[in-house]
């Protein structure tokens, strides 16, 4: 993790929106109910109707689950796939936003496939934006983004290729961007720029593997758990087996009450660590609702990247045990025969498995408690 050089001022409300929408949007966000000093003042100067809940803390968003009785599903079932159907209602800390989010983005699913290679050298010239972007049907989010969506952009690269990268801020809060898979001078490349301005570094990745990117601005906390994350995947020079590959980026969305259809990422609920919701690829259990999808002899190799902001992923996929998980840049330092391995926060890793059978096989965050909310989808092997 990164330090930035610049120290920006404490995010505002009034930053979330763009000045040719600023009232439209405190009005129907009246959200960031952060507890960073000044945010209050913020908060109340600008958007009278907000309705702030920076007095969120886990126990009483862990007693608010409960009396929804939601977490206490009273159901089992022998068959996995049942037993994580409980996860395809409403989720027990997702209040329904329904249809009041006006100018939230439609729902989609985040595609998981690996995007294949360029032709070598890559030039990405991406944008700050802040979207309320639809992450299931009945829950929208006040999201801060790299590129309009949340997780950002999936970057693919081989070792050795140069990355040249210009990030251009479009929002009145400072961001920055900070590459896991780069050896580079942070205090230089990964400083904050303010709205209206650009920074633009290149870099060669050393190592393949599974690499978090982060806006890493201060509170980095914040800005990680507003959305502002995406993955970059570097590939070997020498290919690896020949084998589907996805792409799961795991991460923790702590959330404020809806206020006009959407709801804000929430500070105080961060430092709790207490999180609403657990995903992959941004969306609760958008691959229960459509798997992934391959073919009995293929091989799969699932590149996770845990985003976290705190926790860890244990990644597992039931009915199966992982042929090989790279545990550092593949193809080196692989360990075979694995049936739960841990992404730390802030890591990626690579897991491979063979589909010898057909059938519907759940991948999950075998922390249950936090593949319960939202972290599991279905890797659906057809014959
Ligand atoms: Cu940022």
């Given at each position: 993790?990164?330090?930035?050089?610049?120290?920006?001022?404490?995010?505002?409300?009034?930053?979330?929106?763009?000045?040719?929408?600023?009232?439209?949007?405190?009005?129907?966000?009246?959200?960031?109910?952060?507890?960073?000093?000044?945010?209050?003042?913020?908060?109340?100067?600008?958007?009278?109707?907000?309705?702030?809940?920076?007095?969120?803390?886990?126990?009483?968003?862990?007693?608010?689950a409960a009396?929804?009785?939601?977490?206490?599903?009273?159901?089992?079932?022998?068959?996995?796939?049942?037993?994580?159907?409980?996860?395809?209602?409403?989720?027990?800390?997702?209040?329904?936003?329904?249809?009041?989010?006006?100018?939230?983005?439609?729902?989609?699913?985040?595609?998981?496939?690996?995007?294949?290679?360029?032709?070598?050298?890559?030039?990405?010239?991406?944008?700050?934006?802040?979207?309320?972007?639809?992450?299931?049907?009945?829950?929208?989010?006040?999201?801060?983004?790299?590129?309009?969506?949340?997780?950002?952009?999936?970057?693919?690269?081989?070792v050795g290729?140069?990355?040249?990268?210009?990030?251009?801020?479009?929002?009145?809060?400072?961001?920055?961007?900070?590459?896991?898979?780069?050896?580079?001078?942070?205090?230089?490349?990964?400083?904050?720029?303010?709205?209206?301005?650009?920074?633009?570094?290149?870099?060669?990745?050393?190592?393949?593997?599974?690499?978090?990117?982060?806006?890493?601005?201060?509170?980095?906390?914040?800005?990680?758990?507003?959305?502002?994350?995406?993955?970059?995947?570097?590939?070997?020079?020498?290919?690896?087996?020949?084998?589907?590959?996805?792409?799961?980026?795991?991460?923790?969305?702590?959330?404020?009450?809806?206020?006009?259809?959407?709801?804000?990422?929430?500070?105080?609920?961060?430092?709790?660590?207490?999180?609403?919701?657990?995903?992959?690829?941004?969306?609760?259990?958008?691959?229960?609702?459509?798997?992934?999808?391959?073919?009995?002899?293929?091989?799969?190799?699932?590149?996770?990247?845990?985003?976290?902001?705190?926790?860890?992923?244990?990644?597992?996929?039931?009915?199966?045990?992982?042929?090989?998980?790279?545990?550092?840049?593949?193809?080196?330092?692989?360990?075979?025969?694995?049936?739960?391995?841990a992404v730390?926060?802030?890591?990626?890793?690579?897991?491979?498995?063979?589909?010898?059978?057909?059938?519907?096989?759940?991948?999950?965050?075998?922390?249950?408690?936090?593949?319960?909310?939202?972290?599991?989808?279905?890797?659906?092997?057809?014959?």
């Amino acid at each position: 993790m990164n330090k930035p050089d610049v120290s920006p001022a404490s995010p505002r409300l009034s930053d979330f929106a763009e000045p040719s929408t600023r009232r439209g949007f405190l009005a129907n966000a009246s959200i960031l109910s952060l507890t960073i000093p000044g945010v209050g003042a913020a908060l109340a100067a600008c958007s009278p109707s907000s309705q702030a809940t920076g007095d969120s803390t886990a126990v009483s968003n862990a007693n608010q689950a409960a009396a929804t009785g939601s977490l206490m599903p009273g159901q089992h079932n022998s068959d996995s796939r049942l037993d994580s159907s409980l996860l395809n209602g409403h989720h027990p800390a997702a209040s329904l936003t329904g249809a009041g989010a006006p100018g939230a983005t439609a729902f989609h699913r985040f595609d998981p496939i690996l995007p294949p290679l360029g032709s070598g050298d890559l030039k990405l010239n991406w944008h700050t934006k802040q979207v309320a972007i639809r992450i299931s049907e009945d829950t929208v989010v006040a999201g801060w983004t790299f590129e309009g969506d949340t997780p950002g952009p999936i970057v693919h690269c081989r070792v050795g290729d140069n990355v040249e990268f210009t990030l251009t801020n479009d929002v009145d809060i400072p961001h920055s961007m900070d590459f896991h898979a780069a050896q580079i001078n942070p205090k230089v490349a990964f400083r904050s720029v303010p709205k209206g301005q650009s920074v633009t570094f290149s870099f060669k990745p050393k190592y393949a593997g599974a690499f978090m990117y982060h806006c890493g601005t201060s509170p980095v906390l914040m800005h990680i758990g507003s959305g502002m994350f995406g993955a970059i995947i570097v590939s070997p020079r020498e290919p690896l087996p020949p084998a589907k590959e996805f792409v799961l980026i795991q991460n923790e969305l702590y959330l404020a009450d809806a206020a006009n259809g959407i709801r804000a990422f929430d500070y105080q609920k961060m430092l709790g660590t207490f999180p609403d919701l657990v995903v992959f690829n941004g969306r609760p259990n958008q691959y229960m609702k459509d798997p992934i999808k391959v073919k009995v002899g293929d091989r799969v190799r699932f590149w996770v990247v845990n985003m976290g902001p705190t926790h860890a992923c244990n990644f597992h996929v039931v009915g199966e045990q992982f042929d090989t998980v790279y545990l550092a840049a593949p193809p080196a330092s692989a360990i075979h025969g694995v049936q739960t391995w841990a992404v730390a926060p802030g890591g990626g890793m690579a897991f491979e498995l063979v589909c010898d059978v057909p059938g519907e096989f759940p991948f999950v965050n075998h922390g249950f408690g936090h593949g319960q909310k939202g972290g599991i989808g279905i890797l659906l092997v057809e014959s």
